[in-house]
């Protein structure tokens, strides 16, 4: 069976301001699989080097599990995203 060598495999944890945590969501990002999970991070970066939020909804995919996680969230709430990447072993 051939390997997708451009999926990768996200699992995005969110912590809140106040301390509460989100997550974590497995979330699945390749050419046939269309996922917001590398925007989400960007745009989270992109904000916190000064420029205004202009994205609230994100959609994180899980293809193994059939799940669609929807997240609407104010980045502001936000004070820490770790999202951990398990790469593919390369055939």
């Known amino acids: 069976m051939a390997k997708d060598k451009g999926l990768t495999n996200h699992e995005i944890t969110i912590a809140l301001a106040g301390g509460a945590i989100l997550g974590p969501f497995p979330a699945t990002w390749g050419k046939e699989f269309v996922s917001d999970v590398r925007e989400f991070t960007r745009d989270y970066d992109s904000f916190l080097q000064g420029n205004k939020q ?6 994180l995919h899980d293809p193994d599990a059939h799940v669609s996680h929807s997240l609407v969230i104010s980045f502001e709430n936000i004070t820490a995203i770790y999202d951990r990447v398990k790469l593919r072993d390369h055939e």
């Open 54 to 59: 202009t994205r609230f909804k994100y959609h």
